[in-house]
């Protein structure tokens, strides 16, 4: 297969032997025309980009990867042709699930160090964690933590038995991630000047623990996947039939509707009956319609 295509914020780009990438092999199929493609270093039109500069987690490696004309042999599919939307579903889980159990342990690491610190400064006199803002604080954060950690124990154990939905895993990565950057401000602050200098490990927590919100997925993604599987709306920019029957553009059993006949002829309303004689407009406030709310009904207004 000869593809050209480019990524970026890929991690392990710099050292990386083997690349998986995901590639439309069957455009007309949708999902079932995504392969994974194994491209190995030194391939021909295989080059990486710089290694990019971060905010923190400077340790790990990021790049840009370019992809030209580059020639992959059929031995090089990882696993069968079009089935690498089913592995990706498979593997996601398991990703969200390693990403939220690091949160939470950089996390409750930050506190520790922090709830040692508050013994030791002294203020006024006294440590700063006897002043009772800051006592309520690391009561809070405390509490936090352990529900997040209950709710990643049975994550985990889940996912070790197979039972781990796609919804759990969304809300175990969204929760523990946010609760780690929520928990690091509040120990950053706790330190006050010297928890904004890099020397001091809260510091440099702070500034690798903000992209575990973005990468694997981000917050607003799991909350969506989360929204979907519990009843919610895919939101689309067409309107669709209440009768479970498509777009409403397309429902047979479509009638038109009276408020968008005069701008959009074709457009149909799925949510009446045919027929005439249905009753108002289920989208309309009943205001609109109802004789008794019209401005010459209304009583008059009290003057003094």
């Known amino acids: 297969m000869l593809f050209r295509s480019q990524k970026t914020f890929i991690t392990n780009g710099q050292l990386g032997d083997l690349v998986i990438v995901v590639a439309r092999t069957d455009p007309a199929a949708g999902h079932r025309g995504i392969s994974l493609l194994v491209v190995e270093d030194g391939m021909p039109g295989f080059t990486r980009g710089r290694n990019l500069d971060k905010v923190g987690m400077h340790a790990q490696d990021t790049s840009e990867l370019f992809f030209s004309d580059v020639r992959v042999p059929a031995g090089n599919l990882l696993g069968d042709e079009g089935a690498g939307f089913i592995g990706l579903m498979q593997n996601l889980p398991r ?168 701008r959009w002829p074709a457009a149909r309303c799925c949510s009446r009956p045919a027929g005439p004689g249905t009753g108002p407009h289920p989208r309309r406030p009943a205001g609109r319609s109802d004789p008794s709310l019209a401005r010459s009904a209304r009583p008059p207004r009290q003057t003094r």
């Open 95 to 262: 990703e969200r699930v390693s990403i939220a159990t690091a949160a939470l342990a950089a996390a409750e690491r930050a506190f520790e160090e922090t709830l040692e610190y508050c013994k030791q400064r002294q203020a006024f006199g006294r440590p700063i964690g006897k002043f009772q803002h800051n006592r309520f604080l690391l009561a809070e954060m405390a509490t936090e933590l352990t529900v997040a950690r209950a709710f990643t124990d049975r994550c985990v154990t889940e996912h070790n038995a197979g039972r781990l939905s796609t919804e759990e895993a969304s809300m175990l990565k969204y929760w523990d991630t946010e609760l780690c950057n929520k928990i690091i401000d509040r120990c950053v602050q706790l330190f006050g000047g010297y928890g904004y200098m890099r020397e001091y490990p809260v510091a440099r927590a702070f500034a690798d623990g903000r992209a575990q919100t973005i990468f694997g997925g981000t917050t607003e993604i799991m909350k969506e996947i989360i929204g979907r599987g519990h009843g919610g709306p895919a939101r689309t920019g067409r309107s669709r039939c209440a009768a479970g029957g498509g777009h409403a553009a397309t429902c047979a059993a479509a009638r038109p509707c009276p408020r968008k006949a005069a």
